[in-house]
C-alpha cells in the first residue's frame, strides 16, 4: 500500500501562483509512475501533468508552459509549481501514483480556487 498526502492548495487571483505538494508513505519503493489530476465540478477527472522515477515529464495542453511539475525520489515527494493561474484551473486537484506491481493510488485532494 502507498499512502499520498496532498498540502498547498488554496484561493488564489487570477495571475498568482501556487504549489502543491504531495508526500507519499508506505511500499513507497514500489512507485514508479507520479502525477496530478483535477476535476471541477460536473466534469471529468483529468491529467494534469506527469512524472516518472527518471523524471521523464508529460503536461495537458491547458498548462504547458505555466505549471511545471518536479519529484525527489529520496524524499517520496511530489510537487507542482503552477503560475499565471486561471479560473478555469480552479478545481479538486489529487496526486497519483502507479506502482511496478501494477496497483494505482489516489491522495484525497487538495481544493484550488482561482477568483477575484
Known amino acids: 500500500q502507498v499512502q499520498l498526502v496532498e498540502s498547498g492548495g488554496g484561493l488564489v487571483q487570477p495571475g498568482g501562483s501556487l504549489r502543491l505538494s504531495c508526500a507519499a508513505s508506505?511500499?513507497?519503493?514500489?512507485?514508479?509512475?507520479m502525477g496530478w489530476y483535477r476535476q471541477a465540478p460536473g466534469k471529468q477527472r483529468e491529467l494534469v501533468a506527469r512524472?516518472?522515477?527518471?523524471?521523464?515529464?508529460n503536461y495537458a495542453d491547458s498548462v504547458k508552459g505555466r505549471f511545471t511539475i518536479s519529484r525527489d525520489n529520496a524524499k517520496n515527494t511530489m510537487s507542482l509549481q503552477m503560475n499565471s493561474l486561471k479560473p478555469e484551473d480552479t478545481a479538486l486537484y489529487y496526486c497519483?501514483?502507479?506502482?511496478?506491481?501494477?496497483?494505482?493510488?489516489w491522495g484525497q485532494g487538495t481544493q484550488v480556487t482561482v477568483s477575484s
Open positions: 497519483n501514483t502507479d506502482t511496478h506491481d501494477g496497483n494505482t493510488y
Open positions: 508506505g511500499r513507497t519503493s514500489s512507485i514508479y509512475g
Open positions: 512524472i516518472t522515477r527518471l523524471r521523464t515529464t
